[in-house]
């Protein structure tokens, strides 16, 4: 399978000279099968770029997997292009909740005054899902969901295919300022869900030194997601949901930062940008890195 990366900024999209190497949009990622199944995972403003080449494409079948419904990760949804094809099938998964359908839920933002056109005048055939907690075959990919810690219902996601599987945690605060390093297993939010994975993309928000006027916002430090991944045995960490407040300059030392604390083979921790390419196959994964800074 083919990820790649259309968007990995946090919280707000930010444009700009100082996030032109990491990139400004907010979270979206593309899975694409052997088979040609397309999975969009998050709806942010990285979504949109995603959709002009899907449309261009002729994709009919389409899986959106939500992580959450927070604006960031939602944004990009209206502007999918693919959605106003009544040729194309959009199927969009997300987490419970007991006060609304999820339907319902998207349909207060994709509804004036907060959107020109409603969600029940979109040209698509739109179906709706819970995000699946028991494994769900999509065409030769495999994809299950998990609840994890972030404000108001949150999932991850793990999608496999074949002995190859990489792990979506956007949003997520493992540790709400413990050490995850010493948590048990059965007890830590996403671990389940990661344990020896390929590849995780893990939000990185922080760096240790703004955790702490951070506690309890459900996002994670950079020793903090880096204790998690070893915790997990993961292949390759890539860090993911970019504090829109970090120039490419100040993310180039949390980078470094992250590195020094994984020890040796620190070249299992990398950066996530936007449009970086991951390779997952038989062969092993290969990972598109940025190049070095001149």
Not at 38 to 48: N, Q, S
Not at 125 to 139: C, S, W, Y
Not at 151 to 169: C, H, I, W
Request: aromatic residues 6%; negative net charge; charged residues 20%.
């Amino acid at each position: 399978m083919r990820v790649k990366v259309w968007g990995c900024r946090g919280s707000l999209a930010v444009p700009g000279a100082d996030t032109v190497r990491y990139g400004g949009n907010t979270s979206c990622v593309s899975v694409r099968g052997s088979d040609g199944e397309v999975l969009v995972l998050d709806a942010g403003t990285g979504m949109r770029p995603l959709g002009i080449e899907l449309a261009a494409e002729g994709v009919k079948v389409i899986h959106v997997l939500l992580s959450h419904l927070h604006l960031d990760h939602l944004q990009g949804l209206g502007f999918f292009r693919p959605l106003f094809n009544e040729d194309t099938e959009v199927h969009i998964w997300g987490p419970a909740s007991p006060v609304l359908p999820l339907q319902e839920r998207i349909a207060t933002y994709l509804s004036p005054p907060l959107f020109p056109v409603r969600l029940a005048d979109i040209p698509a055939r739109v179906t709706f899902h819970d995000a699946p907690e028991e494994p769900i075959v999509i065409g030769g990919l495999s994809v299950r969901a998990s609840l994890v810690t972030h404000q108001g219902p949150t999932v991850g996601y793990r999608v496999e295919e074949g002995d190859r599987s990489v792990v979506y945690l956007p949003d997520h605060e493992p540790g709400l300022g413990v050490d995850v390093a010493l948590q048990p297993t059965d007890w830590l939010s996403g671990y389940e869900l990661t344990n020896r994975a390929d590849v995780l993309l893990h939000d990185a928000q922080y760096g240790d030194d703004e955790y702490p006027g951070h506690i309890g916002w459900g996002h994670s430090a950079i020793g903090l997601v880096v204790a998690f991944a070893q915790k997990a045995d993961v292949g390759q960490l890539v860090l993911f949901h970019h504090d829109p407040g970090h120039t490419d300059v100040e993310m180039e030392a949390l980078v470094d930062e992250a590195r020094r604390l994984w020890g040796p083979a620190d070249d299992r921790v990398c950066c996530a940008w936007d449009g970086m390419v991951i390779d997952l196959d038989a062969g092993g994964v290969t990972l598109e890195r940025l190049p070095p800074v001149a």
